[in-house]
């Protein structure tokens, strides 16, 4: 019996076979002394109210049947771990250029691996085909957590063609833990958001539009879509592009984007009448009708003389109004290098 249990254990690859040798070596003895228990029981009153001679020898044959279902159960796993050696090139490297590979570094001495290990199980179910997990045990194969830089476990790295682009160690709650996986994951329809990306610098809002509904029909929380049409939407569908702003107010990396949209949508959907009556008042709305038609040269050059007549007209809008516009262009456009300097000397 023995000897199975450990020609099982051998086949299987498993380290330290004395180790589990001994440990199921006792579990059997503790079998073969139920075993005995129940052929000789101390409470003699109990097994002889059970009077059925077919049924005492039926239950003195339980262990021994428990035994061989064991047996069988460990040449069962050592043919499974047979069957799933793992192949880091193939089952990582290479699966990552086809879906995202989510890698679970761990050690069975790890608590915190085991924490957060039927997390990352459970997620991955509800996730098929989005990306899938593979799990290393760094004991077993410490030379691929050495090349990895694996200095802490649990240790989670994600590969996307063939390279981690986000990691984190430690058990992370589940809730982290679905943040986490939505900023890192890539979407499934990478191609059509760089697509819509593509139509959005070459002047073409409406292709793009069409590419980013269509994306997020399918993936209604991915933040980096929602940003992108918010930004196509903001003068051509303006109370839309400010809805979708919201959504993007308290996550760190969009709250600045959210901010230049709420700036911009106010100032080109305002009233004209709601504005006090000023010196300046022409040349402010002048300002916004440039930038209600997307001039932006034109509407800076205007919010500038402004701001150097009347800062604080509008409560400071025109100050607000020229950093939502460089933001929204980003540093190193043209238009906002030519800008920036005056900006800075109208205070």
């Not at 005995?36 to 009077?51: A, H, K, Q, V």
């Not at 993007?248 to 969009?254: A, K, R, S």
Request: charged share 30%.
């Amino acid at each position: 019996m023995h000897l199975v249990c450990h020609s099982a254990m051998k086949r299987s690859g498993m380290k330290n076979p004395f180790y589990y040798y001994s440990i199921i070596s006792g579990f059997f003895a503790l079998l073969r002394m139920t075993k005995y228990e129940l052929l000789f029981p101390t409470r003699i009153d109990s097994f002889n109210s059970r009077s059925n001679k077919n049924f005492r020898q039926g239950y003195s044959q339980e262990p021994i049947r428990f035994i061989t279902f064991i047996k069988n159960h460990l040449r069962i796993i050592a043919n499974m771990n047979a069957e799933k050696k793992l192949d880091f090139q193939h089952d990582v490297i290479e699966r990552s250029r086809e879906i995202p590979v989510l890698v679970d570094f761990w050690a069975e001495w790890c608590a915190p691996c085991r924490m957060l290990a039927p997390l990352l199980e459970k997620l991955a179910a509800s996730n098929t085909g989005r990306w899938e997990l593979v799990k290393i045990d760094t004991e077993e194969h410490q030379d691929i957590a050495a090349n990895f830089k694996v200095r802490s476990i649990p240790n989670v790295k994600l590969f996307v063609d063939g390279v981690v682009i986000d990691e984190f160690s430690g058990a992370l709650p589940e809730y982290q833990l679905q943040e986490w996986l939505k900023k890192a994951v890539p979407s499934p329809y990478e191609k059509d958001i760089e697509a819509a990306m593509n139509c959005m610098l070459q002047g073409e809002p409406s292709k793009a539009a069409v590419l980013l509904e269509g994306v997020l029909h399918k993936e209604p929380e991915n933040l980096q879509v929602i940003s992108l049409l918010a930004r196509v939407y903001l003068f051509s569908h303006t109370e839309e592009a400010l809805r979708l702003s919201a959504f993007l107010e308290h996550e760190p990396q969009y709250a600045s984007l959210s901010e230049t949209i709420r700036t911009i949508g106010r100032l080109i959907t305002q009233d004209p009448s709601i504005f006090e009556e000023d010196p300046v008042k022409i040349e402010y709305l002048e300002a916004i009708s440039k930038l209600r038609q997307e001039d932006f040269d034109g509407a800076l050059e205007r919010f500038i003389g402004v701001l150097k007549e009347n800062r604080y007209y509008d409560d400071d809008g025109s100050r607000k109004a020229c950093i939502a516009i460089f933001r929204f262009l980003g540093e190193e456009h043209e238009i906002t290098m030519k800008h920036r300097r005056s900006f800075d000397r109208a205070f």
